[in-house]
């Protein structure tokens, strides 16, 4: 029972609940694509694949690891101060915060804006922090305002130099040497040990749960690194070696990813293959669009290196067919030996178009409807841009030997989930802080600025997280990965790995960052290791930081007009 004091004030605990679902949906549909654009970008994940995983990852991540004292007034923004004794303004305020910050993450994911969902939540604070006239942490220092402008430049220029870094030693020590798929076997083992290290120490001290490096020790914190690094370099060596040398040298079409268990015995000659595969042997092309197109290296190019045995290239008559202007539909039928391109069928044509003939009373419509409503999110084509731009754009990235390129699909999918895991355990608290201060001074009448996370606060979070990506994330996909430049898994590799190293040091350093911003300035320092500035698309970039300017004004001017219309009300 609440105490007579803010018993009065149920409303507004109604009105900052349902403004925590839209902002903890909004902040996996916005932050979910951190992890994993680059990885459906290059082909190596489909959007469901995704869309299942980043539910397990974020709800792991806010349950398992997410913090249980969760700070209500994000980093000091505003002092408490002006709050004490006055709970139901108090209330209030933080109703306000979860609101704006939740409205603007809401418009810019349909806007396809990538935002920093801790900076929405920072400048919704701070408008509510203008409009209750509570002093407002300005200066330098640590979560301040200034702070979290500057981060509009350092986190994507460390991120930058990072990922240019990564993608640059391997592609001199891989994939442009005279034998990129030889030096690809030998070095593959090394880079998961490298992903495993790296990723280990990431999620460890990252975790809000964790203690910090210094509790920690220097001794312990290489423990961690060298065990994770050389228990890597073991599966590697006994596991994925026997793997890839029975699907790409051998060219056993049978095997599939779930054979990796199989280990050593894929080395003889007739291993026991459980589940084998059906048909001929493949590889998935990495560079294609949705519509079997490659754009990379001009479109006329050989991926570097030697030929790939069995594995489709750009030759004449490919180079033909997509130079041909009337290889569309349209022209089929006065031309009909010219090849059509690839349809792609986005989810109204595949659920609705089918069940639209049909009456309401049939349950088969219903179905129909449902499986829309239930799937669009996840069947959409996030990885073709009908652009003459993007085109050009593409074709300026180097295209590289795609068995190299599936090696390092696995290690692209590991970083993306250890990405996914750190993304719920941190950001959980954005949406999680306003909405437990206001429940906990609920129900002790008392202003609670460091409330105590229930579990069933994290375990809804968590499930609104991958929820979030589930159904509109795709918006944010689209934004990211092969729209700023060609991507592919070495690529993508190098920009996950790039922007976990960043969030790891910056943090140490006590610098702020942002995985948006990170990931968006990795991204930036691959491409440029093309040597060529138009291989990316600067209009996107512009796009992109236009969005992270306006989150701090446009969340705050929503929170603070609401928190000054709400004290200035009749019944306040």
Not at 128 to 156: H, K, L, R, Y
């Amino acid at each position: 029972m609440a105490p007579p004091i803010t018993a009065k004030y149920d409303w507004i605990l109604a009105i900052t609940s349902m403004a925590f679902v839209f902002s903890a949906a909004s902040n996996g549909a916005n932050d979910v694509a951190n992890a994993y654009a680059t990885s459906v970008a290059a082909r190596t994940l489909k959007m469901w694949h995704v869309g299942i995983l980043s539910v397990i990852t974020e709800f792991v991540g806010a349950v398992a690891l997410g913090d249980r004292v969760t700070d209500t007034i994000k980093s000091g923004i505003i002092t408490p101060d002006r709050f004490i004794g006055n709970p139901g303004t108090f209330m209030l305020a933080m109703g306000c915060a979860e609101v704006g910050s939740a409205a603007w993450l809401t418009t810019a994911t349909f806007l396809g804006w990538p935002v920093s969902t801790t900076q929405s939540i920072i400048g919704a604070l701070v408008g509510v922090g203008f409009a209750t006239q509570a002093d407002i942490t300005w200066e330098w220092t640590g979560g301040s305002v200034s702070q979290t402008a500057a981060s509009w430049g350092i986190a994507p220029g460390i991120a930058c130099g990072f990922s240019a870094i990564i993608f640059g030693t391997l592609k001199y020590s891989v994939l442009e040497r005279d034998d990129p798929f030889k030096w690809g076997l030998r070095m593959i083992p090394w880079y998961f040990a490298l992903t495993g290290g790296i990723l280990a120490l990431f999620i460890t001290i990252e975790a809000p749960t964790a203690p910090s490096l210094e509790e920690f020790g220097a001794g312990k914190a290489s423990g961690i690194i060298l065990g994770c690094f050389f228990g890597c370099l073991f599966v590697g060596y006994v596991f994925f070696m026997p793997y890839f040398h029975r699907r790409l040298v051998k060219r056993d079409p049978r095997i599939r990813f779930y054979h990796i268990p199989l280990g050593p015995l894929l080395w003889t000659e007739n291993p026991p293959i459980y589940w084998p595969r059906q048909g001929e042997w493949q590889i998935t092309n990495h560079y294609e669009d949705a519509y079997g197109i490659v754009n990379a290296g001009g479109n006329a190019t050989a991926p570097h290196g030697a030929q790939q045995p069995g594995v489709a290239n750009p030759d004449e008559k490919q180079q033909a067919q997509d130079t041909d202007l009337e290889r569309n539909p349209d022209s089929v039928t006065s031309s009909p030996e010219i090849a059509p391109l690839k349809r792609v069928i986005e989810p109204q044509e595949r659920f609705l178009d089918p069940v639209r003939h049909l009456s309401w009373a049939n349950p088969v419509k219903w179905f129909g409807y449902l499986k829309f409503g239930f799937l669009q999110g996840v069947t959409r084509d996030v990885i073709t841009h009908d652009s003459q731009l993007l085109r050009d754009i593409h074709a300026r990235a180097k295209r590289y030997d795609d068995r190299v390129e599936h090696m390092w699909t696995y290690c692209q999918v590991i970083s993306a989930i250890m990405m996914s895991i750190a993304h719920g355990s941190n950001d959980v608290a954005n949406a999680v802080g306003p909405w437990a201060g206001s429940y906990h001074t609920f129900n002790s009448g008392e202003v609670n600025t460091e409330a105590t996370t229930p579990i069933w606060f994290l375990v809804i979070a968590g499930l609104l997280l991958g929820g979030g990506f589930w159904f509109y994330g795709y918006h944010i996909m689209r934004a990211l990965g092969n729209k700023i430049t060609q991507m592919s898994p070495t690529r993508g590799f190098a920009t996950e790995l790039g922007a976990a190293t960043t969030v790891l040091l910056a943090s140490r350093l006590g610098l702020p960052v942002s995985t948006t911003q990170c990931l968006t300035g990795a991204a930036v320092g691959v491409a440029l290791m093309n040597y060529d500035l138009a291989a990316i698309n600067w209009r996107q970039i512009a796009f992109i930081f236009s969005g992270w300017v306006l989150t701090l004004p446009c969340a705050g001017l929503i929170a603070g007009l609401l928190c000054v219309m709400a004290l200035n009300a009749p019944h306040f």
